[in-house]
């Protein structure tokens, strides 16, 4: 079985756990539980990588970052080493935190990140608590479309004025049907952040699989 074909199966079968309507929290458990796992590849997103190290944007020195929806951690963990702020990875799925929490175990990077098993929306962050940097790699488009005003809300509530938000927006594939993953477009985030963001930076990516399909955008907060 190809791995194309087997990860086609497993967005079918996640799509059918949403679909149930066991509440996010139970649908993404057992899709953790169960390997079903399809946008999982293993490492963190070239993207990222790229972005951090190439200097095109000023990221903050210090501070607080924080990656919802983080799954394995992969990406907290670049976050963490590359910019060296404390970094809290967050993701509803318990087993997801517990493969997090072993995957950075022992590592480098272990002082400057944390994770938890949390609900994104149910987070409330005191003003000591606010983030500088925010980052989403297939959250946006892992929840329903009717929850995107309240990610906008919830982005717009626990970061600091002028912190940043890297969005690798993901899947532009037109007006595709269903989901997880819920097809996007760049005015889709525009319009749920409105004007207490403004776009600073935007890129194609340089991922040769998601060519068309996926851009970097990064926002700071007014
Ligand atoms: C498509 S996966 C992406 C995981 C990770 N960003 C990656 O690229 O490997 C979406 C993740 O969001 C998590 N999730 C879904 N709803 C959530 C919520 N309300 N709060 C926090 N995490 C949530 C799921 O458990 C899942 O791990």
Excluded at 71 to 100: C, F, N, P, W
Aim: one cysteine or more.
């Amino acid at each position: 079985m190809s791995d194309e074909f087997s990860r086609d199966a497993q967005v079918l079968r996640l799509r059918e756990l949403i679909a149930k309507g066991a509440g996010p929290e139970d649908a993404w458990e057992t899709a953790w539980k169960d390997g079903v796992t399809p946008w999982d590849r293993g490492h963190a997103q070239e993207d990222l990588v790229e972005l951090v190290k190439s200097g095109s944007v000023e990221f903050p020195s210090n501070g607080r970052a924080l990656v919802p929806g983080c799954g394995k951690g992969y990406d907290a963990a670049i976050i963490a080493s590359h910019l060296r702020l404390q970094t809290v990875g967050m993701d509803i799925s318990t087993t997801a935190v517990e493969e997090a929490k072993r995957n950075i175990h022992s590592s480098d990077t272990e002082s400057l990140v944390s994770f938890q098993i949390a609900d994104f929306f149910s987070l409330k962050a005191e003003p000591e608590d606010l983030f500088d940097l925010v980052y989403d790699y297939t959250f946006f488009c892992a929840i329903h479309p009717s929850m995107r005003v309240s990610w906008g809300k919830k982005m717009t509530e626990i970061a600091k004025p002028g912190a940043l938000l890297i969005t690798l927006v993901f899947p532009i594939d037109g007006e595709r049907e269903g989901g997880p993953p819920y097809s996007v477009k760049p005015e889709f985030y525009r319009d749920v952040l409105g004007d207490k963001w403004v776009q600073i930076f935007e890129k194609e990516t340089n991922d040769e699989t998601f060519r068309g399909r996926k851009k970097v955008i990064v926002w700071r907060k007014v």
